[in-house]
């Protein structure tokens, strides 16, 4: 069974930083380009950034800079490294394949990211 779990939010301040870790099982995790969305309340999901299974990245222009996406294979972990983070970061942030749509792969549970002024 396909199975996401985003973890490491919280609240910080404007400034600070903070690191997501998102696991997947191995069925969606395998030669995918994973990517981590967020969703603000009232807004749409948007991609933020993503990695492919050989680690090259894309980065939205509004975290390009700020946020660094990795990934470890042998753990089907994907990681956010947000840094510099603003009060417009603050979303609820999930990962998932970028092929989601094709794949049919469900969306976890999501990790709060809040980041105070």
């Known amino acids: 069974q396909v199975q996401l779990v985003e973890s490491g939010g919280g609240l910080v301040q404007a400034g600070g930083s903070l690191r997501l870790s998102c696991a997947a099982s191995?069925?969606?995790?395998?030669?995918?380009?994973m990517g981590w969305y967020r969703q603000a309340p009232g807004k749409q999901r948007d991609l933020v950034a993503s990695?492919?299974?050989?680690?090259?990245?894309n980065y939205a222009a509004s975290v390009k800079g700020r946020f660094t996406i990795s990934r470890d294979n042998a753990k089907n972990t994907v990681y956010l490294q947000m840094n510099s983070l603003k009060p417009e970061d603050t979303a609820v942030y999930y990962c998932?394949?970028?092929?989601?749509?094709?794949?049919?792969?469900?969306w976890g549970q999501g990790t709060q990211v809040t980041v105070s002024s």
């Open positions: 191995g069925s969606i995790f395998s030669n995918n380009v």
């Open positions: 998932n394949a970028l092929l989601y749509y094709v794949l049919g792969t469900p």
């Open positions: 990695i492919t299974s050989g680690g090259s990245t």
